[in-house]
């Protein structure tokens, strides 16, 4: 059984990158079925944070924690748990859409029907003639499109994202927070790096504000509702702790 | 999902990376060139070797039609003595570049003569020849550091490293089985023109197994260095001049140093020494008592202690006999060049395994009989010859026989596998 239905926790996490202490003894839990919203200016260990979960960094101190397991004692499970869409999700640019789902689902060990694919490639909205053609010849916005929809495809608990409204237009980020949140309504766990105060609030259950690597504040959404976004604003803009 | 799953996925990304693909396409031609070279040389090797037998023995026809008796016949008597290429010399042509593998000699003093080459290019001698074996040893690691040098570190710049690892979940995966099918790839287009010129060659099946054993095992420590060095989290540009220096370092720089070194340790007579010695020999005879030189060439051959008296003042067995004692003279001279020599070959076969471009390219030399050893060999049979000669003449010259040209249908022929062990 998971403590709290909890699906990934930090604990006093520290982590140092050359040098210098990225993460200062941070804490936060995501439980089943939520979106965390790490909110963040640049350097703030948004992205770092997220390595930790994948098994990528050694910790100075604290420990982090995917499905109640320790990610230090065993970082192919948590991985295999997590699907991860990096920020710029660079897939393979001479290959097309359904090739890098197909390379990339073979890699995740699992093989992706031609059906699933298209249903996945449809949920993101990629147009369906654009999906023969190399990536070289997409927008950011269609890349990240296909990144998403290998996300989905995983089929895994846990999405790990990193900036993944980066680079889409308006419409598209709208569709990509529905879909965020259908597949939370579906049971999936959800942290999402973001500096977009606004994108945060529209989608997250909770956020936590970091600052120079320390969690200085955490908001969550009223029952119902969302969060709100002058007060995330005024957080976030403040040098103040929260 | 199969077992093979994954090599197939990765063949798949593979085959549509353009970069990869002209680099196998490249290492396939330059493999095709250095095979169909070899083979060309070597037919060559053997159509000259086919046409100067047919004119021996034609032009010793002639010779000893003029002549009137054994000395004349045996001065003017050329025989014809070569080392034809094996079915695999076309891989490694070695030491047939620089070494002589035809003589045409005389029963005049032998160390004046084996030594003798043809004029070579000396351009060609510079950078030597693209035989299968400089492209194997030399050229292939040049490959595979450009296909393996930025295995993790191209995937690093095009922001999908983590993605990787992240989606499979272990961090050596894909990057071994990439590595080992690039360098399978190149293994094969290298391989291929190799294997189709043994079977055009008709090498033996033996011969034609081990080579590209041996070129396995060199291609595998290549992507091995290569594979260990671009896993270190360094820009492109960083791993792959780390892994020139190192080419730089073990084909280059290495083998030289060795060569030094082993100069240096083991000192080898001037091959003019041995020349000058035997030729000053010779000139001397003419002019001391003709019992110095008859007494020193009973020593060697007491059998005709007792045909030893010169009464004229020119006779052939004094003058065939000064010609053997100018060889005696230069024996001292001569062995040590060659145990020198052999000396040197073998601390060269003890350093080549810290090079492996190095030991590749003797191992290849080994298998093709274009060592130094298998040179030696020749000379050996061009010894066992010229001696088999000065006997056949020795028998007639000594007792005076008188001279019959049927008789000189027993001269001795020139078997190039005599002196094989």
Known sequence: MLSNRLRLQAEELRVIRGGKEVLKGITFAVAIGEVYGLLGGNGAGKSTTLLTFLGFLDLAGGNARVNDALVSEDVVAARRSIAYLPESASLYEHLNARENLRYFLGLAGSAGDDESMEAALDRVALPAEARDRRLADYSKGMRQKVAIALAILRNTDTLLLDEPTSGLDPTAIDEFHDLVRTLADDGKTVLMVTHDVYGACQVADRIGLLRDGRLVGEFSAPAGGRIDTEAVHRAFSSREAV | ?421
């Open chain 2, 1 to 421: 999902m199969s077992g093979f799953a994954p090599v197939f996925r990765e063949a798949g990304l593979l085959k549509r990376d353009r970069a990869f693909i002209g680099w196998v396409v490249l290492t396939l031609l330059l493999s095709v060139v250095s095979v169909v070279g070899g083979i060309a040389e070597v037919s060559k090797q053997r159509e000259t070797i086919a046409r100067l037998i047919e004119g021996d023995r034609e032009d010793r026809l002639e010779a000893r039609a003029k002549q009137g008796d054994w000395g004349g016949a045996a001065y003017y008597s050329f025989h014809l003595t070569y080392d034809p290429p094996s079915n695999f010399a076309f891989a490694a042509l070695g030491t047939r570049d620089q070494e002589p593998w035809k003589h045409r000699i005389r029963m005049l003093a032998l160390e004046g003569q084996i030594y003798e080459r043809d004029a070579g290019n000396p351009v060609l001698a510079l950078t030597g020849r693209f035989d299968f074996a400089f492209f194997a040893a030399f050229v292939l690691p040049l490959v595979l550091i450009a296909v393996l040098h930025d295995l993790q570190a191209s995937e690093r710049g095009a922001g999908r490293h983590e993605l990787l690892i992240a989606t499979s979940g272990i961090s050596s995966s894909p990057w071994r089985l990439r590595a080992w099918l690039k360098a399978g790839a190149v293994f094969i287009a290298a391989a291929l023109p190799l294997l189709v010129g043994c079977i055009v060659s008709g090498t033996s099946m033996t011969r034609s197994l081990m080579a590209p054993a041996i070129l396995c095992g060199y291609l595998a420590f290549w992507s091995f260095v290569s594979y260990r060095i671009a896993r270190r989290e360094r820009n492109p540009s960083v791993i792959l001049a780390t892994l020139l220096g190192v080419w730089v370092m073990v084909g280059v720089v290495g083998p030289a140093a060795g060569k030094l070194v082993i100069d240096h340790q083991v000192p080898v007579p001037q091959g003019a020494d041995i020349l000058m010695t035997q030729r000053e020999a010779v000139n001397d005879a003419w002019d001391l008592p003709k019992e110095v030189t008859m007494d020193a060439f009973v020593a060697r051959h007491p059998e005709w202690s007792q045909y030893a008296a010169v009464d004229r003042p020119f006779e052939w067995k004094w003058y065939y006999a000064f010609q053997q004692v100018g060889d005696q003279k230069a024996e001292p001279l001569s062995l040590a060049y060659r145990e020198s020599r052999l000396h040197r070959d073998r601390l060269a076969g003890w350093f080549a395994w810290l090079t492996p471009p190095a030991l590749l390219q003797r191992s290849l030399q080994r298998i093709a009989d274009t060592d130094l050893r298998a040179h030696m060999e020749y000379e050996a049979n061009v010894r066992l010859f010229h001696g088999q000669l000065r006997e056949f003449y020795y028998g007639k010259l000594f007792p005076d026989a008188p001279f019959d040209t049927d008789a000189l249908g027993g001269l001795p022929e020139f078997d190039p596998g005599m002196a094989a062990p």
